[in-house]
Nanobody, 115 residues
Framework: QVQLVESGGGLVQAGGSLRLSCAAS????????AGWYRQAPGKQRELVAR???????NYADSVRGRFTVSRDNAKNTVYLQMNSLKPEDTAVYYC?????????WGQGTQVTVSS
């Protein structure tokens, strides 16, 4: 059974930082692509950052230079370090594991940035 468990969300003031974690069981992150997505109220879910099995990384333009995605193979965990947070970063953040023919999602963690 595959499980992705996110943690690290919360309430932070604009300009602050948070680090999200996504711990996987049932799959191996180092063999697959993993990503962070977010969904704000009334908006579609969007890609925030993605790291491939070969550590190729992509970021949404809106977060490039502020967010950093990384992976700890020993812990089978993917992280999203978020700095210089803005109110428009407020959303539910979801961890994703892309196995090609199937995608797995975490339950989501709320990030709220106050102005």
């Amino acid at each position: 059974q595959v499980q992705l468990v996110e943690s690290g969300g919360g309430l932070v003031q604009a300009g602050g930082s948070l680090r999200l974690s996504c711990a996987a069981s049932g799959i191996t992150f180092s063999l697959n692509a993993a990503g962070w997505y977010r969904q704000a109220p009334g908006k579609q879910r969007e890609l925030v950052a993605r790291i491939s099995s070969g550590r190729t990384i992509n970021y949404a333009d809106s977060v490039r230079g502020r967010f950093t995605v990384s992976r700890d193979n020993a812990k089978n965990t993917v992280y999203l370090q978020m700095n210089s947070l803005k109110p428009e970063d407020t959303a539910v953040y979801y961890c994703n594991a892309d196995l090609g023919r199937i995608n797995y999602w975490g339950q989501g963690t709320q990030v709220t940035v106050s102005s």
